[in-house]
């Protein structure tokens, strides 16, 4: 019988996620009793997410975003809510947030540049002295605004350009899913054209201007709404339980 500590072992190790710098705690977030004999896997553990895993009979919610993060002081009444769900089914909840980002095989990033038929060169977008972010060449170059077609067909979601001031074909981007647009300046400096990631600030839309190098902002949501699916998938295969898929509607 699989238990919910058995899941997070393996995930741990297969994401090397023990000491992995994050705001986010990285594993087993809430323990389960039982046997997990379905799994399910969501963007965010919203209620939502918890609702949906318990009327599937899951024993376990595996998320990107979770519940615990650095700065959580106090059980508020949404985290309450979404506790009570898990509590009264005996779910579990596991959660990888940066590691699932920087994975380069199981990554948020490494699934996008696979998609998008790019190459990795190397990590890139530091925090905390590690890479998040992945570099990756294009096997042709493209046009900018090609590009932004590939990523609003592959993500689903309308894609906001902020235009870097240089009009020439793209053979090398940065990929840092989420909240990257912070990292731009490092983007640039290592020689990349174009920023693919999910949201931006108002200021990055000057800032790409003033560093010449695009941004695309392809939704925080739909950049990471594919690859914790994958890991569920592979995980459940392991152990020989049920992978139940929820899907999330989140347009941010």
């Given at each position: 019988?699989?238990?919910?500590?058995?899941?997070?072992?393996?995930?741990?190790?297969l994401l090397?996620?023990?000491?992995?710098?994050?705001?986010?705690?990285?594993?087993?977030?809430?323990?389960?009793?039982?046997?997990?004999?379905?799994?399910?896997?969501?963007?965010?553990?919203?209620?939502?997410?918890?609702?949906?895993?318990?009327?599937?009979?899951?024993?376990?919610?595996?998320?990107?975003?979770?519940?615990?993060?650095?700065?959580?002081?106090?059980?508020?009444?949404?985290?309450?809510?979404?506790?009570?769900?898990?509590?009264?089914?005996?779910?579990?909840?596991?959660?990888?947030?940066?590691?699932?980002?920087?994975?380069?095989?199981?990554?948020?990033?490494?699934?996008?540049?696979?998609?998008?038929?790019?190459?990795?060169?190397?990590?890139?977008?530091?925090?905390?002295?590690?890479?998040?972010?992945?570099?990756?060449?294009?096997?042709?170059?493209?046009?900018?605004?090609?590009?932004?077609?590939?990523?609003?067909?592959?993500?689903?979601?309308?894609?906001?350009?902020?235009?870097?001031?240089?009009?020439?074909?793209?053979?090398?981007?940065?990929?840092?899913?989420?909240?990257?647009?912070?990292?731009?300046?490092?983007?640039?400096?290592a020689g990349?054209?174009?920023?693919?990631?999910?949201?931006?600030?108002?200021?990055?839309?000057?800032?790409?201007?003033?560093?010449?190098?695009?941004?695309?902002?392809?939704?925080?949501?739909?950049?990471?709404?594919?690859?914790?699916?994958?890991?569920?998938?592979?995980?459940?295969?392991?152990?020989?339980?049920?992978?139940?898929?929820?899907?999330?509607?989140?347009?941010?």
């Amino acid at each position: 019988m699989t238990s919910p500590a058995d899941l997070a072992a393996h995930i741990d190790a297969l994401l090397e996620a023990p000491g992995f710098p994050d705001a986010c705690h990285n594993g087993l977030q809430l323990a389960g009793d039982g046997p997990v004999r379905r799994l399910a896997t969501a963007a965010s553990a919203c209620l939502t997410s918890c609702a949906a895993a318990v009327a599937a009979d899951c024993q376990a919610l595996l998320c990107h975003h979770g519940l615990i993060f650095a700065g959580v002081q106090r059980i508020d009444d949404p985290l309450r809510r979404r506790l009570a769900i898990l509590l009264a089914a005996d779910c579990a909840l596991l959660a990888y947030h940066l590691p699932l980002d920087a994975h380069p095989q199981w990554g948020n990033n490494a699934l996008i540049a696979q998609q998008l038929g790019a190459e990795i060169i190397s990590g890139i977008g530091t925090w905390q002295g590690r890479s998040i972010g992945i570099m990756a060449g294009l096997p042709e170059p493209l046009s900018v605004a090609a590009l932004a077609e590939q990523c609003q067909t592959l993500f689903d979601h309308p894609v906001l350009h902020c235009p870097g001031d240089r009009d020439e074909p793209i053979k090398t981007m940065a990929i840092v899913s989420g909240s990257g647009a912070s990292c731009l300046a490092e983007v640039r400096r290592a020689g990349c054209q174009v920023l693919i990631t999910g949201e931006v600030h108002e200021q990055h839309w000057h800032e790409a201007r003033e560093l010449g190098c695009h941004i695309l902002a392809c939704g925080h949501h739909a950049t990471e709404n594919q690859a914790i699916h994958r890991l569920g998938a592979t995980v459940a295969q392991h152990f020989g339980i049920t992978h139940v898929t929820i899907p999330g509607d989140n347009p941010l």
